[in-house]
């Protein structure tokens, strides 16, 4: 069973940044289809954030194209999300999840909240 734990939300006004760290239990970076980041804001549906496949290709969302940057760390088994320019609407739960040979496993979720 692999598990995901994010850490790094929190509360930060617009223009600021902040990154998020997600710790996967299995050395899953060789092996894995597809690594990413997904949120969800009250009464809005899961919106991709980035998703990154095996090779190294990602793939943004619109809305964080610019400003967001997945990496990853195959030492420690961490991948981030440094999230720069915040904005309002980037408020949101934010969760991880890896995908292995077409199983999804989820992280518990970070909030971020971005306001004056």
């Known amino acids: 069973q692999v598990q995901l734990v994010e850490s790094g939300g929190g509360s930060v006004q617009p223009g600021e940044s902040l990154r998020l760290s997600c710790v996967v239990s299995?050395?899953?970076?060789?092996?894995?289809?597809?690594v990413g980041w997904y949120r969800q804001a009250p009464r809005n549906e899961r919106e991709l954030v980035v998703s990154?496949?095996?090779?190294?290709?990602?793939t943004y969302g619109d809305s964080v194209k610019g400003r967001f940057t997945i990496s990853r760390d195959t030492f420690t088994n961490t991948m981030y999300l440094q999230m720069n320019n915040l904005k309002p609407e980037d408020t949101a739960l934010y969760y991880c999840?890896?995908?292995?040979?077409?199983?999804?496993?989820w992280g518990q979720g970070t909030q971020v909240t971005v306001s004056l």
């Open positions: 299995q050395p899953i970076f060789s092996v894995h289809d597809l």
């Open positions: 990154l496949g095996r090779g190294g290709i990602a």
């Open positions: 999840y890896v995908q292995i040979s077409g199983s999804l496993y």
